[in-house]
């Protein structure tokens, strides 16, 4: 049991990979805090990150990108 006093720190898990050669989605909400506040964001695929690049760049990355289509139906 914890007590009051006690603070949680979230375990991210940060991987590297294709979050260098894709842009991927996720919450406009979520990706805004994570550029300003340097917070980790999962996307579709399940990558998780700390946006810092411009996404314009980089070609969709093809699995958020199907689960977008498919979320869309």
Request: a negative charge; proline letters at 10%.
């Given at each position: 049991m914890l007590d009051e006093q006690t603070e949680i720190q979230p375990n991210y898990t940060y991987e590297d990979g294709d979050e260098e050669r894709f842009s991927h989605y996720?919450?406009?909400?979520?990706?805004?805090a994570a550029m300003v506040d340097g917070i980790p964001v999962?996307?579709?695929?399940?990558?998780m990150w700390v946006p810092t690049r411009d996404p314009d760049r980089f070609p969709i990355c093809p699995s958020c990108k199907e689960i977008y289509a498919k979320m869309k139906k």
């Amino acid at each position: 049991m914890l007590d009051e006093q006690t603070e949680i720190q979230p375990n991210y898990t940060y991987e590297d990979g294709d979050e260098e050669r894709f842009s991927h989605y996720v919450p406009k909400d979520k990706l805004m805090a994570a550029m300003v506040d340097g917070i980790p964001v999962k996307a579709l695929c399940g990558k998780m990150w700390v946006p810092t690049r411009d996404p314009d760049r980089f070609p969709i990355c093809p699995s958020c990108k199907e689960i977008y289509a498919k979320m869309k139906k």
